[in-house]
């Protein structure tokens, strides 16, 4: 059959294999057959994500004392369990009457005439008083009498509405309402406010202004803010379903759906960072792109893990004055790294005095906060980054970025935020923790004011080369 020793090699070596494929083929039905029994035994531990049409239908389950979000199966017909009644249409109840009971009398016979096979039938038929008296009622109370009026239930209004309301139900949108609803979804207060900290980085920089560029590298940054809020409220369904703060959000409440979610997060996030990365330059493209990774894959998870999702979450904050930076620079320089750091500590006083009232929700909703884990941590750090803006504001004319006057004229407000963070060090109550979170919300708009308003003007103090120079620069 072989004519060749390589041929039979082949030939045998061909045949070994074969033979250990045939061995394992029942090794291999065994464990598919064990895989699919222990799917078909707890098949809530599985990700059923097989296809993209996942993202249009979920639903939130509970295993092991943690929410996870997955695929909704399809439901059979049968199995529903849906009040589909017309709630317009009221069921009304009727009790039956009362059935009177019936006592035949015997015919009184005299003493002779009466046997003894006559006597327990008028005992069954004729029965003693106290037993008539409690059958009645026993009757009267199941049935009801005759008299009584037909028992009709009536729901009222807000036991309808509270009744709803427990109910699932698929919200239907409206083409008027998406609007509102992309606003709610993109965050857009904290959009705005990650654009205007871009702004004033991008109006920082020690280059002429150039308006067109400023629009462009808005936009950017606006639209990869939208699409990484988006992403992360898509992440967080089974967890922003659990907070007073977050009950409301359009996926929460199913107006729109996951898929929807989804599409128009990549319908801002691939046109925002390519806006960056072509029509402004590709660092700025590569810290959007970076910002959009660090918030929705190391920030949203690390909420529920460890403290440390604060420190990430001031990066992730930090990064659009620099991007505002790189944007009318093209470079990375130490002026953008203290645009950042203005950005970084002042996000702790912030946030940490925002979740300090927030942390029934957030223990709710399963997030490690410091406020929540580490409250002392919290307060700490508040007044450490508060005090530590008052060092930075000091650099700014060290490394050129403003004048002197910077220090001299931003120092009031550093320092009532550093009173507020210290009483809150110190109280830790309600009303400590709410003045600074107020404080907090002019402080930064108005310290960034000031900063433009003091920032140095390099076209009047760069050096001009003599006239003379020019022709003997030409000539070598």
Known sequence: MYKTPCSRLSGLVGVSVKQQLVKNVPVCTRTARSLIQLHRRDPSNWLTYQHLNFLKRQYVTKNNSELHQRAIPKQAPALTIVDDRDDSIERQVQRISTIDPVVTDTVSQPEDVVTSKAQPEITILKPNTEDATVQQDSVSSTVGTSDETPHVHVETDEAREARLDRQWKQLKVDVADLPDVYARLAKIKLTALVVISGAAGFAMAPVPFDPIMFFVSSLGTGLASCAANSINQYFEVPFDSNMNRTKNRPLVRGQISPLHAVSFALACGIPGVAL????????????????????????????????????????????????????????????????????????????????????????????????????????RVALRHSVGLIGLSTLAPVLDVTAWTFPVVSLPINLYISYLAFQFYRKGDRSSARKLFFCSLWHLPMLLLLALLCKKRRNQEEPTLPPASLPLTLQS
Not at 286 to 302: E, R, S
Request: charged residues 10%; hydrophobic residues 45%; proline residues 6%.
């Open 276 to 379: 960056l990365t072509l029509a402004v330059n590709p660092l700025t493209g590569f810290l959007g792109a970076l910002n959009i990774f660090l918030y929705t894959c190391c920030y949203t998870p690390l909420k529920r893990l460890s403290i440390t999702n604060t420190w990430v979450g001031a990066v992730v904050g930090a990064i659009p004055p620099v991007m505002g930076w790189t944007a009318a620079t093209g470079s990375l320089d130490l002026g953008a790294l203290l645009m950042g750091g203005f950005l970084f500590s002042w996000q702790f006083p912030h946030f940490n005095a925002l979740s300090w009232n927030l942390r029934e929700d957030y223990s709710r909703g399963g997030y490690r906060m410091m406020s929540v884990t580490h409250p002392g941590m919290c307060k």
